[in-house]
């Protein structure tokens, strides 16, 4: 089980100067709004012993330099319950946010709704949904760290809604909580570590590291720009190829730089996200998060040469929504041989997946910058390029599909997949004199700067 600290010492661990927010007061009569017998009595012992008269504690605060709005729940509080008073805090937390432009870290620990209230206790989700999502159109980062436990409503809604999601060791983590999950339940699934490998969380953050994660990552979500990220310089080849199949070669070729070798010379520091929030990652398939680039951040979805999976789409869709939406410029590195194509692909929602992502790029109203630095295997690869603003390294080629079966769909022998490749006209040459690709002279030495 992973600490449990109480709210205020985690935020003194976390933070500098710490201020805590001035409250609304609502008023009940004797044992709450349903009258429930004993629920004062409750009340005043949870407040003997945590020192504190409600669930959460929420002020302002830098965390490494960054100011943001907190939200820490003291769970020894009647189990960090949600009530009537706990959505007046919550509410007042996220209208100072959005009054001051300031980013939100909800620190959770909670059992759930309260039951002392019923539905009015329940109704407060409605309530914290509604604040969120106004916090997110207005261009706000949520970023949440799951203690343990985090349940119910709480992790429905704070929790699951955040735009980054870490979380502690071995923390309890699942909408069904402990008591009320069927006798037979793995309990394994409902930890943090599963939540990750689920989709659901983007990593597990030792508390050690947490002060550090945390202000890392408000910097990186806290810097929006207007100018394009820039295209990185190639890391292979310098030269065109001489021919189709010369291009097919060095793109499939094993020590062309690949994905992570470009992301290591492009940022100085980044930061992964990981999963699709619906069940799914793709970590071999695709790289996304955000990192820094001169001083500025710069989002990045980085294929990385291997076949990309439904929830690699779906990832990399939540990713420009998510630079869109906070006004950061986002960088895609195109190199997949295509999408997966494998029955369990197709069960997953290949195609859903890959029209989320086409839709994401187009109406993405933050600067896009693509390079293409290997495969450009089809749809599974142009759903990741940017309209007008794709370059190429020479040693990529881009393709309606893949000379080998574009042979086999055109009846031909397999021979004839190198003549196949010179009649598709997949070269980064020749992608430029048709307009697909632009060029320049960092990507294209000798080419000068124009779209074909």
């Not at 429905?156 to 009320?180: E, M």
């Not at 029209?355 to 450009?376: K, N, Q, S």
Request: glycine share 12%; aromatic share 6%.
């Amino acid at each position: 089980m992973t600490e449990r600290l109480p709210a205020r010492r985690l935020l003194a661990r976390l933070t500098d100067d710490f201020t805590e927010l001035p409250y609304p007061e609502r008023e009940y009569g004797p044992d709450g709004p349903l009258g429930w017998p004993g629920y004062d009595a409750s009340r005043a012992r949870a407040a003997e012993r945590t020192g504190e008269s409600e669930s959460v504690v929420c002020g302002t605060g830098r965390i490494e330099g960054t100011e943001a709005v907190l939200i820490a729940f003291e769970f020894g509080f009647l189990g960090g319950s949600l009530g009537q008073r706990t959505g007046d805090r919550l509410e007042a937390a996220y209208t100072c946010a959005r009054a001051h432009r300031l980013p939100v870290v909800p620190l959770v620990a909670t059992g759930g709704s309260r039951m002392q209230e019923g539905m009015l206790a329940l109704t407060q989700l409605q309530r914290v949904a509604r604040q969120s999502a106004l916090t997110r159109e207005a261009g706000l980062a949520q970023i949440a760290v799951l203690r343990d436990p985090t349940a119910g409503g709480g992790w429905a809604t704070l929790g699951a809604a955040a735009d980054v999601v870490l979380a502690l060791p071995g923390a309890q983590v699942g909408f069904a909580g402990s008591r009320v999950r069927p006798p037979d339940a793995d309990p394994a699934a409902y930890t943090a570590e599963a939540q990750v490998a689920a989709g659901s969380a983007d990593a597990v953050v030792p508390p050690g590291e947490l002060r550090r994660t945390l202000g890392h990552w408000l910097r990186l979500l806290t810097r929006p720009s207007t100018e394009p990220a820039p295209v990185p310089a190639p890391l292979g080849a310098t030269a065109p190829p001489d021919s189709g199949r010369e291009a097919v070669r060095r793109a499939r070729a094993p020590e062309r730089p690949r994905a992570r070798a470009y992301l290591d010379a492009y940022f100085t520091d980044r930061a992964e996200i990981s999963g699709d929030r619906c069940g799914g990652t793709d970590p071999e398939g695709i790289l996304c998060g955000f990192g820094t680039r001169a001083g500025r951040t710069v989002a990045y979805a980085a294929q990385t040469g291997t076949a990309t999976r439904p929830a690699g789409y779906r990832t990399a869709a939540r990713l420009i929504r998510l630079a869109d939406r906070l006004g950061i410029p986002v960088l895609t590195l195109v190199d997949t041989p295509g999408a997966a194509n494998d029955a369990e692909a197709e069960r997953q929602g290949a195609g859903p997946a890959i029209a989320e992502l086409f839709g994401a790029v187009a109406v993405a109203r933050t600067p896009v910058t693509t390079l293409l630095i290997g495969e450009g295997g089809s749809g599974g690869a142009l759903a990741l390029a940017a309209p007008g603003r794709t370059w190429a390294t020479p040693d990529s080629y881009f393709s309606v599909i893949g000379p080998e079966a574009a042979a086999s769909i055109l009846k031909r022998p397999p021979e004839r997949a190198d003549e196949t490749a010179d009649q598709l006209r997949l070269r980064p040459q020749d992608l430029a004199h048709l307009g697909v690709i632009r060029t320049s002279e960092q990507v294209f030495p000798g080419t000068g700067d124009r779209r074909s």
